[in-house]
Nanobody
Framework: QVQLVESGGGLVQPGGSLRLSCAAS????????MNWYRQAPGKQRELVAA???????NYADSVKGRFTISRDNARKTVYLQTNSLTPDDTAVYYC?????????WGQGTQVTVSS
């Protein structure tokens, strides 16, 4: 049973930072691409960042230069460091992976950027 558990969200002022974490279980973590998505109210869920098993990374244009995805295979955890946050970054952030052809999602962690 694959489980993904996010943490680290919260309320932050514009310009602030948060570090999101996603702990995985039930998979051989090091072998799989891990993704961070987000969904803002009234909008579609969008891919924010991805990291492959070989540590190659990709980012949405809207977060390039501000967000950094990383992974710790020993801890089976993927991180999303978010910097220079703006109100447009307000969303529920979800961890995702595809295992045996099926999407798995965490429960999400709320990030709210507001003064």
């Amino acid at each position: 049973q694959v489980q993904l558990v996010e943490s680290g969200g919260g309320l932050v002022q514009p310009g602030g930072s948060l570090r999101l974490s996603c702990a995985a279980s039930g998979i051989i973590f090091s072998r799989y691409t891990m993704n961070w998505y987000r969904q803002a109210p009234g909008k579609q869920r969008e891919l924010v960042a991805a990291i492959t098993s070989g540590d190659n990374t990709n980012y949405a244009d809207s977060v390039k230069g501000r967000f950094t995805i990383s992974r710790d295979n020993a801890r089976k955890t993927v991180y999303l460091q978010t910097n220079s946050l703006t109100p447009d970054d307000t969303a529920v952030y979800y961890c995702n992976t595809i295992w045996r052809g099926r999407d798995y999602w965490g429960q999400g962690t709320q990030v709210t950027v507001s003064s």
